[in-house]
T-cell receptor
Framework: AQKVTQAQTEISVVEKEDVTLDCVYE???????LFWYKQPPSGELVFLIR??????QNEISGRYSWNFQKSTSSFNFTITASQVVDSAVYFC????????????FGTGTQLKVEL | NAGVTQTPKFQVLKTGQSMTLQCAQD?????MYWYRQDPGMGLRLIYY???????DKGEVPNGYNVSRLNKREFSLRLESAAPSQTSVYFC?????????????FGDGTRLSIL
């Protein structure tokens, strides 16, 4: 069975600090997909990034970067120079064709960025 | 560009009442999903519909029924609401046939059962 673990329940940082959100997954599948979603205080879920299991290239988008490492089954998310607007709950999610057509979510990490 | 629209946004029910949550998407997606979100538990799949005319149980289907009315609409029904069903409910849709595509979510329905 698939499992996604976000061990950090809540992280608090001061604005302009860098912060890394951890995501570890478990699967026996060789083909799978990983996603990050952001849930701001307003409550909607915003898609941030996807990665498939064959593509281990790291990705950078502005202040956001993602580090995918199959060797450690991790897909970590780093925010550089954090801002108050980054305050949200961040979810890591996993999908595989052998996973019953469902997206398995981690329990989320609450990020609080303070002035 | 509406995306996924859920109605209502908020609802309070009494135990034993019935309720249907509505979801519609305008992205021509084949697959649609219902999740519930509870504190500390992330999102859990209730039911999904891979295509029009099909529905399947997810992780937590008990106490719920669904209807895929057409390609655009996927409703979730609580026949006899219980306090344990107090939650935030999200509908999502996705292009099927390409597992790389993300699910797109509605804004959620906050449901309280007294």
């Amino acid at each position: 069975a698939q499992k996604v673990t976000q061990a950090q329940t809540e992280i608090s940082v001061v604005e302009k600090e860098d912060v890394t959100l951890d995501c570890v997954y478990e699967t026996r599948d060789t083909t799978y997909y990983l996603f990050w979603y952001k849930q701001p205080p307003s409550g909607e879920l915003v898609f941030l990034i996807r990665r498939n299991s064959f593509d281990e290239q790291n990705e950078i988008s502005g202040r956001y970067s993602w580090n995918f490492q199959k060797s450690t089954s991790s897909f970590n998310f780093t925010i550089t120079a954090s801002q108050v607007v980054d305050s949200a709950v961040y979810f890591c999610a996993f999908y595989s064709t052998g996973g019953g057509n469902k997206l398995t979510f981690g329990t989320g990490t609450q990020l609080k960025v303070e002035l | 560009n509406a995306g996924v629209t859920q109605t209502p946004k908020f609802q309070v029910l009494k135990t034993g009442q019935s309720m249907t949550l509505q979801c519609a998407q305008d992205m021509n997606h084949n697959s649609m999903y219902w999740y519930r979100q509870d504190p500390g538990m992330g999102l859990r799949l209730i039911y999904y519909s891979a295509s029009e005319g099909t529905t399947d149980k997810g992780e937590v289907p008990n106490g719920y029924n669904v209807s895929r009315l057409n390609k655009r609409e996927f409703s979730l029904r609580l026949e006899s609401a219980a306090p344990s069903q107090t939650s935030v409910y999200f509908c999502a849709s996705r292009v099927s046939g390409d597992s790389n595509q993300p699910q797109h979510f509605g804004d959620g329905t906050r449901l309280s059962i007294l």
